[in-house]
């Protein structure tokens, strides 16, 4: 079984200031991760992913994630927000022995001008 | 890139009413497909999955017999909620699993109240 906790409901930044939101996993088989954006009442984006390769990951519109095997964490950043980053942000694992996502209970962000 | 589109954007339906939502994955053939259903404020909570060709896999507490699941090709998946009330209103999102990756793409979801 696989879970996933962000650490923050609500995050809010000044737009052109870094964003860090906080995710921890827990897997009992190789995690694969997922970071996901849903601006309101639409569907999910991925922003990227970690499958075992690099453990830095870049992914669309700036944004990035370290997976830290010894943390278990997979945090994700962006050094300058931007007002269109407002949004819900959704951290997702799956393991490799199953397709099931599991969704963190996201975390809103607000840019603040 | 892969493309998953879900229709009707938005439903209203009076209690008691049956509604058909469709998935349907645009430019690749989706051997899986979920459902998802999202409360207001809160995460995804996985449905079913449907596998093209067999019977829907339904998650612990979710009625197989209210929420019908079909998915007759490998580019559309339904579901139908059916004898609909008030408490089924919710953002109901499918994702579709296939293209190179075999990640899973989401759809647009469907907003459904029921009055």
């Known amino acids: 079984a696989q879970s996933v906790t962000q650490l923050d409901s609500h995050v809010s930044v000044s737009e052109g200031t870094p964003v860090l939101l906080r995710c921890n996993y827990s897997?009992?088989?190789?995690?694969?991760l997922f970071w996901y954006v849903q601006h309101p009442n639409k569907g999910l984006q991925l922003l990227l992913k970690y499958t075992s390769a690099a453990t830095l990951v870049k992914g669309i519109n700036g944004f990035e994630a370290e997976f830290k095997k010894s943390e278990t964490s997979f945090h994700l950043t962006k050094p300058s927000a931007h007002m269109s980053d407002a949004a819900e942000y959704f951290c997702?694992?799956?393991?490799?022995?199953?397709?099931?996502?599991?969704f963190g209970a996201g975390t809103t962000v607000t840019v603040r001008a | 890139g892969a493309v998953v589109s879900q229709h009707p954007s938005r439903v209203i339906c009076k209690s008691g009413t049956s509604v058909k939502i469709e998935c349907r994955s645009l430019?690749?053939?989706?051997?899986?497909m979920f459902w998802y259903r999202q409360f207001p404020k809160q995460s995804l909570m996985l449905m079913a999955t449907s596998n093209e060709g067999s019977k829907a896999t339904y998650e612990q507490g979710v009625e197989k017999d209210k929420f019908l699941i079909n998915h007759a090709s490998l580019t559309l998946s339904t579901l139908t909620v059916t004898s609909a009330h008030p408490e089924d209103s919710s953002f109901y999102i499918c994702?579709?699993?296939?293209?190179?990756?075999?990640?899973?793409?989401f759809g647009p979801g469907t907003r459904l109240t029921v009055t």
């Open positions: 994702s579709a699993e296939g293209g190179e990756s075999y990640e899973q793409y």
């Open positions: 897997s009992s088989y190789s995690p694969s």
């Open positions: 997702v694992v799956t393991a490799s022995n199953d397709y099931k996502l599991s």
């Open positions: 430019d690749f053939q989706a051997t899986t």
